[in-house]
């Protein structure tokens, strides 16, 4: 079990670096200055145009003021959203890229009066995605698009939980039990 929990934190820990190094608009709020940015050297800006940085660059640039992050945060009222179409939808319905790791920071940002309600709504979301992935675990092949509806995390659910069938299947039909 120590080996499946590793595996499971390290390909967690992979997504969220995944996300961290996409690129990202920036909007720079200061006038002309150049900034040394940790690996890219100088980089020039200019008050209201955009530049692609990393995107935890970004966030450390936004965190000091010098920018304003071109996407639009995760929101409560997102969450809540999310929430709710995911209950009333049948079939898994297409959350915002990276999702979750996403969540996680509006949990860490939020007041704390807030963040039960939104651990709440996002426990809720888990739990009925989980739901629908076990049901597409069973199926011979799963319906055509639906995989592009899952979140990274989830993709990786999926992956594990039916090579995890397939070859428990597998062993209980075989004579020596591989």
């Known amino acids: 079990m120590e080996l499946l929990e590793w595996v499971i934190g390290s390909e967690l820990k992979r997504i969220r670096l995944e996300y961290e ?16 940015l940790p ?3 100088e980089y020039p800006i200019e ?3 955009a530049i692609r940085v990393l995107r935890g660059i970004a966030s450390q640039l936004a965190d000091s003021g010098l920018v304003r992050l071109g996407e639009e945060p995760l929101t409560l009222k997102d969450v809540t959203a999310m929430r709710w179409l995911e209950a009333s939808e049948e079939g898994l319905i297409k959350l915002p890229d990276y999702f979750y790791v996403r969540a996680a ?7 704390e009066n807030r963040k039960p309600e939104i651990r709440n709504d996002l426990q809720e979301i888990i739990d009925i995605r989980v739901r629908k992935i076990f049901k597409l675990v069973f199926l011979k092949e799963p319906p055509t698009g639906i995989l592009e509806k899952l979140q990274p ?7 594990l939980l039916r090579e995890a069938l397939t070859g428990w299947c597998r062993g209980l039909m075989s004579a020596d039990g591989e």
Do not use: M, N
């Open 21 to 36: 190094f996409e690129e990202t608009l920036a909007i720079p709020q200061v006038d002309s200055r150049s900034l040394k």
């Open 39 to 41: 690996g890219l050297g």
């Open 47 to 49: 008050k209201g145009r």
């Open 105 to 111: 920071k509006l949990v860490q940002t939020h007041k």
């Open 153 to 159: 995390e989830e993709k990786f659910l999926y992956s």
